[in-house]
């Protein structure tokens, strides 16, 4: 019997070189990240760590309202979003996609995990969100490296080997 992922995965298309020959209709599971973030530079920081440090691809968008149409058209394996979003709070994003997202994508039964990006202004309302079960936890803005990697360590598989593609150099003070 075949073991069961966690949560839903895209299909990616392999390069050409992984293709086998007796397969050549072979494609690989990866998960896949909604991330939802006004800011273009915290989006582009959580983005670029995610793909450094997990196996995963992130699709980001700057509002609450592009970030449920790309649910409605793709399946997740996590749902990033800011608490405070320009058109839609990310609370009520969630609350949203959790009815809709069932509905859209046959065979999968409840939405993906979220995690909470929060401002200083937003703890005491993420506190009440907490109680859902999806809730992952909270990371707060601006984005800290160490936190993101924690939250998603049991969601998305660690990415091995080398994150970066030369060594950095030795700190000196």
């Known amino acids: 019997m075949a073991s069961k992922q966690k949560f839903p995965t895209s299909l990616i298309e392999p390069p050409h070189s992984e293709l086998q020959p007796d397969l050549p209709d072979k494609k690989i599971l990866t998960p896949r990240v909604l991330l939802a973030e006004e800011s273009l530079p915290f989006r582009r920081v959580i983005r670029e760590a995610l793909m450094a440090f997990r196996i995963c691809e992130v699709d980001d968008a700057p509002s609450g309202e592009r970030a449920?149409?790309?649910?409605l058209h793709r399946e997740y394996s996590l749902f990033l979003f800011s608490l405070p979003l320009p058109d839609l709070a990310g609370d009520m994003l969630d609350r949203?996609?959790?009815?809709?997202?069932?509905?859209?994508?046959p065979g999968v039964h409840a939405a993906p995990p979220v995690?909470?990006?929060v401002g200083p202004t937003d703890a005491l309302r993420f506190q009440e969100l907490q109680?859902?079960?999806?809730?992952?936890?909270?990371?707060?803005?601006?984005?800290?490296?160490?936190?993101?990697?924690?939250?998603?360590?049991s969601l998305l598989p660690e990415r091995q080997g080398q994150a970066f593609p030369f060594p950095l150099p030795?700190?000196?003070p």
């Open 115 to 117: 995690i909470y990006l």
């Open 170 to 172: 030795p700190h000196v």
């Open 96 to 105: 949203l996609l959790s009815k809709a997202y069932p509905r859209v994508h």
């Open 68 to 71: 449920f149409e790309m649910a």
């Open 131 to 153: 109680r859902d079960v999806r809730v992952r936890g909270s990371m707060p803005l601006p984005p800290k490296l160490d936190v993101l990697l924690a939250l998603t360590a």
